[in-house]
């Protein structure tokens, strides 16, 4: 199983951005899939998860929008109003096993990373 991001970028404040996490090796439809992010010196925090509703953390809602592709096994997340503080690394997961589809533990599955740099 292979999770591939891409998408990522430098775009200054107030900018978009769409991430995508398409996967191989196995098919993930219903599955919960999620995205988190690590920014420098800082843990990894939820962004946004999908199953069959969607969910986001509070610094993202009304600004990001994750949706999913069950026919290309595609997760995305649509980033707009893009502020400094959304600079991070952001990883998609899936594979998820129970538990909050808001925590890291829950998923098996992680791709590699893409970066995003947003310019003040």
């Known amino acids: 199983v292979q999770l591939q991001a891409s998408g990522g970028g430098l775009v200054q404040a107030g900018g978009s951005l769409i991430l995508s996490c398409a996967a191989s090796g196995r098919t993930f439809s219903n599955e919960g899939m999620g995205w988190f992010r690590q920014a420098p010196g800082k843990e990894r925090e939820f962004v946004a998860a999908?199953?069959?509703?969607?969910y986001y953390s509070d610094s993202v809602k009304g600004r990001f929008t994750i949706s999913r592709d069950n026919a290309r096994n595609t997760v995305y997340l649509q980033m707009n109003s893009l502020e400094p503080e959304d600079t991070a690394v952001y990883y998609c997961?899936?594979?998820?096993?129970?538990?909050?589809?808001?925590?890291?533990?829950?998923?098996?599955?992680w791709g590699q990373g893409t970066q995003v740099t947003v310019s003040s």
């Open positions: 997961a899936t594979g998820h096993r129970g538990g909050s589809l808001r925590t890291g533990p829950s998923y098996t599955y």
């Open positions: 999908i199953r069959l509703s969607t």
